[in-house]
């Protein structure tokens, strides 16, 4: 199933991991902010951890000669446990009584947080259940990690300046 997908995952593990550390350094220069505000932490945590998903999706996908199940399996699980950042950012940006925003914007910042975990999960699935469909909703996921990434990234890096 994986046939043709290697120069995609090769291309995604190259910037995912660029990508990162240069989240990480960026982060670094704003750290003292981040770490006084209650939602921001996870927030970080959140955009890196997506960041590591998809680069560890993109090196699974690039594991030679292993059967479709193998894969889909390694997905599930890197997905499940790239869920606990967002998850804990949720349940951070939606009690935080200092967070003056409206519900709906709230909602927002979850699903943004949530979704791309979530698909990359749900294709796992599909790949263990030997549908191509999984792969092109893991690529999707890999595709909104970057962009939630930056919009992440932008807030840690510039947004909290203001």
């Known amino acids: 199933m994986t046939e043709g997908w290697g120069d ?20 670094s220069v704003t750290i003292k902010e ?12 959140a955009t890196i951890s997506s960041m590591v998903l998809i680069l560890v999706l993109a090196i699974a996908g690039l594991i030679p000669k292993q059967t479709d199940a193998a894969l889909g399996i390694e997905i599930v699980v890197a997905s499940v446990i790239a869920l606990a950042p967002p998850l804990l950012m949720s349940q951070r940006v939606l009690t935080d009584t200092s967070y003056h925003s409206a519900v709906a914007t709230r909602l927002f910042r979850v699903i943004v947080g949530v979704l791309p975990v979530a ?10 259940a030997g549908s191509v469909v999984g792969l092109y ?3 999707a996921a890999m595709a909104l990690v970057f962009v939630t990434s930056m919009l992440n990234a932008w807030v840690l890096l510039v947004e909290i300046q203001r």
């Not at 995609?8 to 982060?27: D, K, R, S």
């Not at 698909?119 to 263990?128: E, K, N, Y």
């Open 8 to 27: 995609f995952f090769i291309a995604v593990a190259g910037a995912a991991a660029a990508l990162a550390g240069l989240i990480i350094v960026a982060m």
């Open 34 to 45: 981040i770490l006084a505000s209650r939602t921001l932490p996870s927030r970080a945590a």
């Open 119 to 128: 698909l990359a999960l749900a294709g796992g699935i599909l790949v263990i």
């Open 137 to 139: 909703l893991v690529a």
